[in-house]
């Protein structure tokens, strides 16, 4: 199982962690499990999500993001659930 973890910094977006908390974003195909996390106050939107193996993994995130961000997550990693 693989673990997924994104953040992005929005300060320099023009999109609030409001915002992003009232979109409906769709799920991210092949994750069995996923949350996002907001960080109002260090303005920061991330998600966490599992996965079944590596390749499911490599799924694109959610195309809504990126219209609404305008840009790829500062970290994207990719863990080994033990």
């Given at each position: 199982?693989?673990?997924?973890?994104?953040?992005?910094?929005?300060?320099?977006?023009?999109?609030?962690?409001?915002?992003?908390?009232?979109?409906?974003?769709?799920?991210?195909?092949?994750?069995?499990?996923?949350?996002?996390?907001?960080?109002?106050?260090?303005?920061?939107?991330?998600?966490?999500?599992?996965?079944?193996d590596?390749?499911?993994?490599?799924?694109?995130?959610?195309?809504?993001?990126?219209?609404?961000?305008?840009?790829?997550?500062?970290?994207?990693?990719?863990?080994?659930?033990?």
């Amino acid at each position: 199982m693989i673990a997924r973890l994104v953040l992005w910094n929005v300060a320099d977006t023009a999109t609030s962690v409001d915002e992003l908390r009232a979109e409906q974003l769709p799920a991210t195909t092949g994750a069995t499990q996923e949350v996002w996390l907001a960080d109002e106050s260090g303005e920061r939107w991330g998600g966490f999500a599992l996965f079944p193996d590596a390749e499911a993994a490599a799924a694109p995130l959610p195309e809504r993001l990126r219209e609404l961000l305008g840009k790829e997550p500062e970290i994207l990693e990719l863990f080994e659930v033990a």
